[in-house]
T-cell receptor
Framework: KAGVTQTPRYLIKTRGQQVTLSCSPISGHRSVSWYQQTPGQGLQFLFEYFSETQRNKGNFPGRFSGRQFSNSRSEMNVSTLELGDSALYLC?????????????FGPGTRLTVL | DQQVKQNSPSLSVQEGRISILNCDYTNSMFDYFLWYKKYPAEGPTFLISISSIKDKNEDGRFTVFLNKSAKHLSLHIVPSQPGDSAVYFCAASGAGGTSYGKLTFGQGTILTVHP
């Protein structure tokens, strides 16, 4: 069974640009969550999607958005990039809901904003 | 507002000894707690969890203890092995609409197990 795939793995952008990150969940999984990891902050929840619907959203500005497609693949978009957006962005895939032994994380996309 | 805190950024232990990683939380609505392990260049992997109706859960060398009155949980690894060297995150989830599908993570503790 293939794991969670995130593309690209590494990305360098400049301030003011926008970026789109992609996540392909494990086959059959319908829930996709996104997290931002920065040094000293741990992983912070961005949003969660299930069957193309956003069910929950974290405390991030509106520049951060996401969507999920009918095949459960998900994208997140960050517009007007700021230096502080440099982070590892992780997505997690679950059958139904995030958390527990049945949640699997992808390797992440390392975003660097210059 | 850090609702889940891991106050020790790092821990160094000798192989064969016990590793104890600690985690505190402030939100009394949390009812499910998890530990994840993360190696560099990989996503976190689930290690062990505990429901708030229990105070202890064991899985091989890993045991998680939950003290609800103190809002504290700990992960014990016995015996520690060099392959356990990684970053350990505790996480919590709770019932209710605002928590649905969301895990709240601590900042992580870097565990180093020396041979």
């Amino acid at each position: 069974k293939a794991g969670v795939t995130q593309t690209p793995r590494y990305l360098i952008k400049t301030r003011g640009q926008q970026v789109t990150l992609s996540c392909s969940p494990i086959s059959g999984h319908r829930s996709v969550s996104w997290y931002q990891q920065t040094p000293g902050q741990g992983l912070q929840f961005l949003f969660e999607y299930f069957s193309e619907t956003q069910r929950n959203k974290g405390n991030f500005p509106g520049r951060f958005s996401g969507r999920q497609f009918s095949n459960s693949r998900s994208e997140m978009n960050v517009s007007t990039l700021e230096l502080g957006d440099s982070a590892l962005y992780l997505c997690a895939s679950s059958l139904v809901a995030s958390g527990g032994a049945n949640t699997f994380f992808g390797p992440g996309t390392r975003l660097t904003v210059l | 507002d850090q609702q889940v805190k891991q106050n020790s950024p790092s821990l160094s232990v000798q192989e064969g000894r016990i590793s104890i990683l600690n985690c505190d939380y402030t939100n009394s609505m949390f009812d499910y707690f998890l530990w994840y392990k993360k190696y560099p260049a990989e996503g976190p992997t689930f290690l062990i969890s505990i429901s708030s109706i229990k105070d202890k859960n064991e899985d091989g060398r890993f045991t998680v203890f939950l003290n609800k009155s103190a809002k504290h949980l700990s992960l014990h690894i016995v015996p520690s092995q060099p392959g356990d060297s990684a970053v350990y995150f505790c996480a919590a989830s709770g019932a209710g609409g605002t928590s649905y599908g969301k895990l709240t993570f601590g900042q992580g503790t870097i565990l180093t197990v020396h041979p």
